[in-house]
């Protein structure tokens, strides 16, 4: 579990919008199982904002948050004119990713024993991530974007109905799928960058390399050939994908997790080659 606060200033022509939008994120919140408190502070005209839970539903309801508030504010019939409401609805935004940045640089740290103590397992032998963000400062030139491209599915797939408590309609088979290739893709790629194997070697045995060196534990590693199988079936014959969280969710979390595992261990390489 972590937490952060924040503060953002209104004015009194906004100060319906502002609640609106604060009540609005708080039933949001609920949804990702997180706790969302707020207070006002008439003195200095601003909003004391509390929000608590997984790091990682914290990340996933800012995605949300970052589409739905400015479609509100939008919308809302005051302030006039429109440039006071939208800019009500950035401040708001505004605090909460910063105060979302602090955590997670926060949490991104802790010691590895106590990450283990905060970040309840899924198995006996495996932990989900506590963050679905990678550490920007760990990530080479060459991988920006396809693990930011990463981060953006882990949000959706977060976001997505069984997950999120039915927030959207009914979601397509394909955006499934997709989460399903790009967790493929996401760990295909870091597997090759932290291992660089011999040209041919396949998914399933850069995996199971992995888990020699002892990379990645056995229920790690098991978790992602269930997700290369997973989506062999997907691609190549045709079967859907599981939509549901209780069969998904333990491979995309796994994918998340050992994906950060193998970015520390390609930074860890690049740092030795950089102080050789």
Known sequence: ???????????????????????????????????????????????????????????????????EVPLLAEWHPRPKPAWRRTDAGFWFLEGYAEGLRDITAHVRYLPKVLKRMVVPELADDWYAPESIVFDPDLMPSHLVVPLRTFQAVLALYLNLPENAAGLWPPVNQIEVELVVEECHTATELLLRNALQPKAGQSYAQMVDDAHRRRWLNRGQRDYLIALKELRKRVKHYGQGAPRFSSELLPMVMNAAACSHLLLERIAGRTMKHANA
């Open 1 to 67: 579990m972590a937490g952060f606060d924040f503060t953002f200033e209104y004015e009194n022509a906004a100060l319906e919008l502002v609640r609106r939008l604060l009540h609005h994120s708080q039933r949001r919140a609920l949804y990702f199982d997180l706790e969302f408190h707020y207070r006002i502070n008439r003195e200095h005209q601003e909003y004391v904002v509390i929000v608590d839970g997984r790091l990682r539903s914290m990340q996933a309801l800012g995605a949300r948050l970052w589409i």
